[in-house]
């Protein structure tokens, strides 16, 4: 059975940073895309802060260009976000979220929540002014 499980949410203040840590189970991570997508509170799920990672290869939407950092941890089966200079703007429920291997051109990283199979229950983010 596939699980995922974030970690490391919780209640900052305004510039301060937070690395979020997803555990997967289930399945090996090799040839896996992962993702992280978040949700703010009264909103739809927001693809279009989204981050994620394929191999070598990693996707940023453009408003989270320059404070977000994924990276992925084969051995251990974890893929981390790391936010910095935290906004109230990124309070939300982060997802994370794997895509089974597929047939994607060399370089290319799902970055849409339709391309992803599997996701974690969420952890709650508050970052306060």
């Known amino acids: 059975e596939v699980q995922l499980v974030e970690s490391g949410g919780g209640s900052v203040q305004a510039g301060e940073s937070l690395t979020l840590a997803c555990v997967a189970s289930?399945?090996?991570?090799?040839?896996?895309?992962l993702g992280w997508f978040r949700q703010a509170p009264g909103r739809e799920r927001d693809t279009r802060s989204s981050?994620?990672?394929?191999?070598?290869?990693?996707y940023y939407a453009d408003s989270i260009k320059g404070r977000f950092t994924i990276s992925a941890d084969n051995a251990r089966n974890t893929v981390y976000l790391q936010i910095n200079r935290l906004k109230p703007e990124d309070t939300a429920v982060y997802f994370c979220?794997?895509?089974?291997?597929?047939?994607?051109?060399?370089?290319?990283?799902?970055?849409?929540?339709?391309?992803?199979?599997?996701w974690g229950q969420g952890t709650q983010v508050a970052v306060s002014p």
């Open positions: 981050a994620s990672i394929r191999g070598g290869h990693t």
């Open positions: 979220a794997a895509s089974t291997p597929s047939d994607y051109d060399e370089g290319y990283v799902p970055s849409q929540d339709y391309e992803y199979d599997y």
């Open positions: 289930g399945f090996a991570f090799d040839g896996y895309s």
